[in-house]
Nanobody, 120 residues
Framework: QVQLVESGGGLVQPGGSLRLSCAAS????????MGWYRQAPGKQRELVAT????????NFADSVKGRFAISRDNAKNTVYLQMNRLKPEDAAVYYC?????????????WGQGTQVTVSS
């Protein structure tokens, strides 16, 4: 079993910054991809950013390009989302997702979600 634990959400004023963290623990051989998604009330969950660990390739939603950065700490099986110049429309529950290789197979795991509120 693998667990993802997120932290770092909260209330921030427009233009401010937050850093989200997501740490994986459990039976992990390797992690193929790490990513962040978000879901605002009444909306579908959407991709924010992904990172492919083998290539280091990153992918961002157009709405966050130039403001958000995704990074990882391999030793800690942790992925980060640095969010800068936050806007009210960035408010949502943010979920991390990792595609974990374990026992020769790959499984998707999700974090429990962390609330980000952007308001003055």
């Amino acid at each position: 079993q693998v667990q993802l634990v997120e932290s770092g959400g909260g209330l921030v004023q427009p233009g401010g910054s937050l850093r989200l963290s997501c740490a994986a623990s459990g039976s992990i051989l390797s992690i193929a991809t790490m990513g962040w998604y978000r879901q605002a009330p009444g909306k579908q969950r959407e991709l924010v950013a992904t990172l492919t660990t083998g290539s280091g390739r990153t992918n961002f939603a157009d709405s966050v390009k130039g403001r958000f950065a995704i990074s990882r700490d391999n030793a800690k099986n942790t992925v980060y989302l640095q969010m800068n110049r936050l806007k009210p429309e960035d408010a949502a529950v943010y979920y991390c997702k990792m595609d974990v290789v374990s026992g020769g197979l790959m499984y998707p795991y999700w974090g429990q979600g962390t609330q980000v509120t952007v308001s003055s």
